[in-house]
Each structure stands twice: as structure tokens, then as C-alpha cells.
């Protein structure tokens, strides 16, 4: 049994532990308007708010909604629609919800154009009939209307809903599995040191992609760790930032303080997926996962993070760069949480990260390189990481040497020697060994030669 | 009159609802089995231990009541897999359970046994014997056009310069995956979902089922995108869907997963084009020789169609007097290539815009000015010998392009910003082109398509057409047809849903027929509606209401009934032995700029401004009109530098929207675009069709812009920056 708000209204309802939100919003409860056009995060025509941030309704464990609030495109006011008709916004329609509630959460924090552009904000809602310029029209004339609407106090709410909203059939996806949902960091770890097969859920961005035919994935049974409210908050210590093992992307992206001493986390955070990503995926989760793609462990590791790891035998905590021994593999043991990921607060000289992927947002990264210098004089003050070059996101260490002894460097090849000795890209279904291996060393070489004189 | 979109509200607010979001009580969800492999025998189905067939609704090809076959213009297509397995992800086995679960793991779980055979893949080669499999030589369509003598015009040319150029297969991606629902209410087999084509389906069921057109009802549901995709392949699942519900004898619902969808529905055609134009020293084209080469996939579909226009387009929008187009589509052991927007003109319009390019680098004009030069007047014909005397200025229209975007600028910022820039280098590409609206040749005629405009006892005039609404606007432009013409408010038009039961047959709803072709029915069928209540030509507004409500208080029938059929306009002669005459009512006119950035760190191609001319007749509705433009035009940027269908064994591998990749809002620029408007005057209130074209443009607009950029010459799309990296390694560019 969950309870959680609806569109504004109660609801208390049993789930399968298999029933994505989208099912549930879909197939039970008949509020069809969210629709489903890939379930695995990548058109988000299924975009609803949680807590008043938009997910991907695909990518929820309908348990996850317990203790929360849902709001759904059929509690949009109609009159406030008016400006997506007029701009030519909807065509098909089939993307055209979840346009919507992007569109409606940026038009109702428009404190988000200070630091996106709308073209960023609407990534996550593939249209495949305007070409978006009615939809970025719509949104621009619907900021002006707003800020229009509030100076008459026309604040009538748009959180009520008129649908009915009880339960119509059977769950449309069913398994045999189960979910445990400690509320605390104790229970959490109790759980896993009893079922050591279980597996901790937390944004799910990446367990539920096609969650509908992945079958044997409904009979497991997980851990849900949304519960555990301690691990969600990142903390500034005198001496480091330390994220929680909860702690999302975009808890990072929109703190500032974060933008001025982490930019490359912010700069990382931004192009994983979408904001209907970034708002539901972890720090943590993008580390466990173990994929050589990840695209905030580079920079984490380019900033020497150190990860905190619990079990009910106690804490530990290891180097990120020395986290990962192979592919998919992790010197981490099944019984074992994330709690904290550590980054010292120091000073760079050099900084930044390059995201190369099939399109400028929701793309699995082709390469990625992630390059800082500590501005402290010491020996080693180069990092130098690189992703989707090897089975795991890789330290450069041959690269990272060279670079610390400042010889002149006058052409992309001597990186690429250099490189050779630290990555293994291949060829697989997103690029090439060729491409990967080439475009690394250009990349290094010409985000260099911007900022360091040794090379030209 | 430009109206609002008038089903956008239910739209936006998500209560419009789709296949897959209609009630449908006491239903089953169904499944299809498929082939593994490109080709083989069908041994038999191996069930898992678990499996009850008691527990299923089956389906195997001996349940097919009539013809096992997906009609459509050949009968080469079966519904399910016989014995012969052309092509992998070929439907086999149909299942459905109540638990959408069990029948997805049921599918996944049943193995289709089959002895292989060895595929054949090259759409290029002749096959050998063995590889034969459709006619005696797998040749679906054989295209020869032939204007002046081709072969003395090339021998006596100064100059002749050659090219091949290679497109890639495309996937629509409509947003809403296909599905279907069908059920048995008062004995006829009732079919509804997302679909362009009800007559299509209709066809295909009365084949399938071995019913009479009485015996079956067709129904589209609000449509979540088509571009051509829910053009043949819907009559696939529908039939699928009504063989489910007569084995179960309750509803089904049949709705693809995207990774089905893109797997096993059609795609746009790959082709390989060669050109071999022969020129004068001032650019003057002398002669053209074009080879056109479509793969067709494993069955006919409409290849030969696809085949069709891209013949007729093949030499572009230039006077030439000596030209030979030979045109072949192949079988492959490929999923079905099927229709999609643009419908072989895309591919042709790469390949000779890339040959203007070619020349004009071959001869040093500037390849605007070598367009300038070509560009058909007013009284020059087209390849197939069609006399244009449509009265566009086709200079002026690329002019335009070319002011409205500053070229001139554009080349002297780039010259500045890629000497100053060591790892970025920008260039801007112009092209210009046409395309035909509506059916090719006698299409229409044959298609003998009708409207009905019917006067409703409340006085509504509803306007009854077979004509999809799948986002392109039917709706709304059908209501503002009638409400011009009737002189009525918007509000006194209803449209009705398209339901073979319900409307005729005004044909299919593709070729950017819709406003044009069955818009003039509607507009026909206002005229005979105002007739048969007893008004003249010149009665508008209140009285036509009044009009129809008197004719109820006379007549017992429910509705008068006004009909708009289609009459072919004069002059229209078009050979199809010899693919000689006017091949269109008209053609419409565009030109294209794009300005774009490569990034020589990673080859990316970055659109930094796109700038679309169209002449289009009139525009019937701004709003509606320039959505078709960009929507076309970043759909055509999608397949110019990121789609890519990478195959293995015969079938597409990256089935997903994370690995298959279309543009998100980040990857394009604002979509600037100007109408030039020439009013045609057989089309409905002057339009002609729009919506197709304006993909036409971007893949040899990006191209010619790398290629200014990179001094690099890509010849095939997508311009992925592996391809790109290569060509610069190749030109030591990198």
C-alpha cells in the first residue's frame, strides 16, 4: 500500500513492486495524458513532476511516489495553454504532454533562464513534427503571460484536478519480485547484509530503462533508498564538498556555490541526459553503475573524490581513481552503500570538461575527458581522465606525466603516443576505436593549448 | 482566415486520446513472434516448458481466413511467415494473453526454428542465381527515362564530370509507436488505431479476412505522427489485430514497444546515385546521365512508387535538353523500405545538389550563380519533358534565400573566423530544388477520390473525407476550407473522424495531397452542398445554415449530402510507358541556406543558422505552414548528420531512441522561413502541397556547407563525425 497526492488529491493504492508511475498513471488510474513513447528516458513525452521537479514518469517505480506529490498534465489549467496553441507548439501531440510540463515548470521558475537557455531546458522532450521552434515560441510568450497573469494575482491554483482517480484494472506490468523501503541508514544496510542479491534502487535513471521487457529484472528484489532522507543533502565543510549518497545532479547544478568551486560538476551534471535525468539520477548511482560511459565519475575522479562506503561492519573509504578494477567492476562488496562522496576544496588553475556525444544532450558519451591542475605548485598537479576509452572511466597516468614536465608539445600526436599507453577504446555500436583514440588527443591538445603556454 | 489548431487544446491538455489510451473492456494484449534471421525455411515454433496453449489465443498463418497476404498493390507480402522467411523481425506467430507479462514473455521465450539460408544484402550488385527470390532477377521496378539523345550530348561536351552519391536508410520515429485495437460488433470485424490510411487497411483487411468491404470497419484514432510510416505497415498490425480478436473472440489491443516498431516497420529507401553531367565552360548543363539504385527490402511495398518520383526528380530543377534517367529497385533481404516523407526525392535531391556543387567546383563559378544559370524559366521543361509555365521566378526565389540568410556576409565572416580559429571552421551551403505535389501522373485520375459535405439536421455542416489528421493539420485546414467557402464560423464545421464506414474514399493521406487534391473536394463538395439546398455559387454565411435546416423540415434523411469528386484539371498529359509528360498538376519551388560549424577537435557539425524559401502556391494557414517547414527541414538536418540505422544480419541493431539518434532542441537552430506565394489555381484556395518538401534541402545544404568549410567533399550521409574524421584524415585536413 502507497500513499502519495495526486494532481492535489489523495491516493492510497497497492502496487506491484514491477508497476512503473507510468503504468500506474496510465493503465490504473486512467489519466492517459501521459503517454509513453520509449521507456528509457529518452523522449520524455511521460514527464510529470515529483515534488514539483519534471521526471520521467517511465524511468519511477510507482513505490516511489509513496509520501509524495504528483502532479500530471491533466491539472494544467486550460487558459494558460492558450500561448502553446497560438505559437503552432503541438502538432501530432503525442510529445506534446510532456512538452507541456516542461514547458509549464520553466514558465513557473523562470529564475532557471539565470543560468540554462529554454533550448537546454526542452532537451528532454523529443518532437519530431515542429523542429521545437513552436515550442520555444510557445514558452517564451507563456513567461511574458505569466509574469503578466501574477501582476493581476491571478494565482489560482493549477493543482486541482478534475479526473477521477481510482483504479480501473490489474497492473499492466506484474513480476515476481519484491521491494524493501527502509527509512534509514541502519535498516538500509540490515537489509543487504540479509539478502545479499537484493539491489539498492535509487533514481532508477538507468535499473528501469526498458523496464517492460527486461522480465527477469521484475522478479528481483530491491532496496529502495529514496527513504533514506540522510543521504539526500550535500554538505560544505571547511575543508570539502561532500555529497551524499542520494545527492542528485541537479542538487548540484543549482547550487552556486557548487558552480564556483566544482564547475566542472555543474559542467558534467548539465549534460547527463536531461533535466528529467538530472533531476532524479545520483552522483552515487553514476558510480556504482561501473560504466565506462559514466559521465560524472570523471570529473569527480579529476577532482580526487573519495568515496565513503557503509555495511554493518562499519565505514570505509577509498579513492575513486582506485574504485573501478575492471569492467563493470568495483572493489566494493554487494553488502556495501554509498553514503558520502568527498571532494577537496582546492584551488585550480586549469579546469575543464569535454562531454563528445551523438547530440548536444541526451547522448551516451563516444569520448570524454575531464583535465584539472591543482594551482598549488607539487608534483603532481595534473589530472587527467578520460571515459569511454577503456573498461572503466581511466587516470591517465603516462598523459598526466608527460603534461608535468612541461616539455613543448606542438601537435595532437604526442598525446595520442602518450594515450596509447593509458586507454584501449574499441569499436562498438556508438563509434570507433579510430575515432575515439584520435579525437581524445585533439581534445586534450586543443583544450591545452587555450590555456597553457608549453603547448602550440 | 487563419484559424487555431482545433484539436491543439485536447492536445496540449493530454485528453486527447490515442490507440493506446482508448477504453477498450475486457481486452487482451497481443504479441508477435518474429523471425531471427534474413532468410531461411520455417521449420517449425519450438513453446517454452510453461507455456499452456490453453491459456493463449494462437495464431499461425493456416488460421489466416482469406489470402495470407498484406495487399496492397501485390500480394508478395504474407501476414504471417508460410515457410519462406525473407527477412528478420518477419512476423510468424501472433499470441495474446490478458497479461501484457505473460505475452511479452511469451515472445521473448517461443523460438522460431529455421534452417538459414546465406542473405542477400548488396542492393548495387546483380545477384547470383541463388540469391534470386523475387521475379528472375529481384528487380521490383525498372525506371528508363530518356529526353534528347543523352549519349552524343556527353561524347561532344567540353567538360563531363561524374559523381556517386549514397544515402542511408531513415526511421520516422512518429512519437506515438504504431498499435491497433480490434473487436467484432454486430458481425463486422471493427479495426482502430494510428494510421494515414484507412482505405489502405480496409483493402488489406477484406484481403486478409476474406470479407467484403461490408463486413469490416476502419477507424483512425488520433494519430501521434506518420511521415509515411502509418502509410502500408498499419495494415500489417490491423490484420494481425483482427486475426487475434476472431481466434479470441474478445478485443485486442496490439501495441508495439519502440524497439518492435523500429525493428520491424519500414523505413525510408538507402540509395546510390550516379551522375555523369556533361557541361560548357559557362556551367550550361549539356546532359545529364543518372543512375538511380533504391534498395527495396525484402518485399515490394511501394518501391516502385519511391522509385517513381525519384526518377522524375533526378536531374533537379534545371533545363536540360538531353537527359537519361535509369532508375532499378532491389530486393534485399531487408526489413521492407516503405514510405516516407519526401518519398525518393530526398535521395534524388542529395545526389544533384551535390553534383552542382561538384561542377561548380570543377569550373570555378560560384555554385550559386551555376544555379542561377540552370534554374528552369518559364517555358523550359523539366526532364520528363513537362513545359513549366507556372509564372515563379525560381532566380528570384533563390536569390531570396541567399539575401534573407547574407550570404555574402556569411562567406566573409567565415574567411576571417577560419584563418583567427585553429580548431573550428565554419562554411555555408546553398541549394535549390523542386518537388511535385500530389500523385505522380495519372494517380488522381485513378484514385477517382470523393468528398462528402453533408448538411446535418442541427444545421452543422460536417465535412466527411477520408483524410488523416496526424499533425500536419488536416482539421483545421479542412474547417477553415469550408467555413471560407460556405461563409460560416469555424464553430459550423465539424470534421469527421475518418471511419471506412462513415466517409468515402478520398484516398490516402500522403504525397502532400491533403489541402491541395482533397481540400479542393472539400471546397467541390461545399459548391454542390449549397446546390442541393437550392442556393447559387454566390450564397455565403447565415442563409446556407437557414438552407439546410429548411431542407430537413422537407426530407426525412438524416443528412444532405454534398459531394466534391476530383476532376482531373486541363492540359495534364502524362505517358507512364514512357515517363513523358506533365508528371505533376504542379511543382513546388524552394531554396535552402544552411551556415554551419565543424569542430576540428571532434568533427561534430554544429547548425549555426538555416534559412527556407518555399513557393508553395498560398499559404492556407501561417501557423500550420511554417510548423510543416521546420518540422521538414529538422527532420532533414536529423538524417543529414546523426540518423544512422547501423545493421547487422540484415536488420537494424540500435532500436532505440538512446542509440538511434534524432535531433533534441539543443541541435538546431531557429528554423527561419519565408514563403513565396504563386496561388495554383487548381488547388484548394490556391495551395499547393507542402508537406513533404522542405526535407528535401538540408542534407545537400549541410553537405555543401562541410564541404565549404573542410574542403572536403562528403558524398554520403549521414555526415557523422567518424565519416567526417576520415574524410579529413584522407584530405590531411586533420
Redesign the interface.
Known sequence: MIEFRLNGRPIRLDVDP?ERLLDLL?YRL???????????G??G?CTVYLDDLPVDACLVPAYQAHGREVV???A?D?RQ?EP??????????????GV?MTAAWIRDHPDLLETHD???L???????????????DGVESALTAHSVDNADAATESNRSASAPVKPTSAA????GGAVHRPSSLSEALELLDAEPDALPIAGGTDLL??W??R?DA?DRTYVDLTGVTSLRAHDWTPNALVLGGLTTYWDVIRDTRARAEFPLLVDAGRQVG?VQIQTRGTWAGNIVNASPAADGVPVLMAYDAVVDLASTDGLESIRLDEFFSGYKEMRMSNRQLITAIRLPRRAYDVAWF?K?G???????TKVGLAVTRRAEPAEDRWRVVANSVAPTVRRCATVERLLGRREAIGSPRVLAEAFARDVAPIDD????R??RS??LS??LY?GL?KRVDFVT | MDI??R????????????V??L?LDDFLWGGTVRSTIPRGRLRGIRFPDWFDDEDFVVVRAADIPGRNSIYLKTHDQPALVESEIRHAHEPVLLLAHE???AV??AV?EIEVIAEPLDPWLDYVADPPPEMIQHGDDNVFKRIDLRKGDVEAALATAPIVVEGVYETSAQE??????QGMTAHVEDGLVVVRGSMQCPFYVEKALCNLLGRPESGVRVVQT??????GGKEEYPSMIAGHAALLTLEAGRPVKLVY???EDMAATTKRHPSRIRHRTGVDEDGKLLAQEIDVRLDGGAYLTLSPVVLSRACIHAAGPYACDHVRISGTTVLTNRVPYGAFRGFGNPQACFAFERQMDAIARRLGIDPIELRRRNLIRDGESTATGHVITDGTDRVALLDRAVALADVRAKRAAHVTFNART??ARRGVGVVTYHHGAGFTGAGEVEMDSRVHVVGRRDGIVEVRAASTE????TITVFTQLAAERLGLAPDQIVIAPPDTRRVPNSGPTVASRTAMIVGHLVERGCDDLRHEVGLTDEARGPIVRDAILAWHDEHDEDVVVGEGRYVAPPGIEWNEETYEGAAYGAYCWAAHVADVEVD?????VRVLDYVAVQEVGRVLNE??A??QI??????GIGWAL?EEC?ERDGAM??T????Y????????P??RVDFLENPYPHGAGGAKGLGEFPLNGPAPAIGSAIASALGVEPCAIPFT??RL??LA?EARV?
Open positions: 514491477a496510465r486512467d489519466l492517459t495524458g501521459t503517454k509513453e513513447g520509449c521507456a528509457e529518452e523522449c513525452a500530471t498534465v491533466e494544467s486550460r495553454l502553446f496553441l497560438r505559437s503552432g507548439a503541438t502538432q501530432c501531440g503525442a510529445c506534446t504532454p507541456v529554454l533550448r537546454e526542452m532537451a528532454g522532450n523529443l518532437c519530431r513534427c515542429t523542429g521545437y521552434d513552436g515550442i520555444i499492466a506490468v506484474s513480476g530503462v526498458h517492460p521487457t522480465l521484475h536531461a569535454d563528445v551523438s547530440r548536444a544532450a541526451q547522448a551516451i555500436i556508438r563509434s570507433t579510430a575515432y584520435t579525437v585533439r581534445l586543443f593549448r | 487555431l489548431r484539436e491543439g487544446l485536447a492536445k496540449l491538455s493530454g485528453s486527447e486520446r490515442y493506446d489510451d477504453a497479461s501484457r507479462s511479452r514473455r521473448a520516422h520515429i512518429y512519437i506515438e509507436p488520433p494519430t501521434g505522427g506518420g511521415f514497444e519502440r524497439a585553429p580548431d496526424m499533425g500536419q493539420g576540428l577537435r571532434t568533427f561534430g501557423v500550420l511554417r510548423g521546420q518540422g521538414g527541414v529538422v527532420q546523426l547501423v541493431v540500435n532505440q531512441l538512446t542509440n539518434i534524432i535531433p533534441t532542441s539543443g541541435d538546431v531557429p528554423i563525425p567518424e574524421l576520415r584524415v586533420a
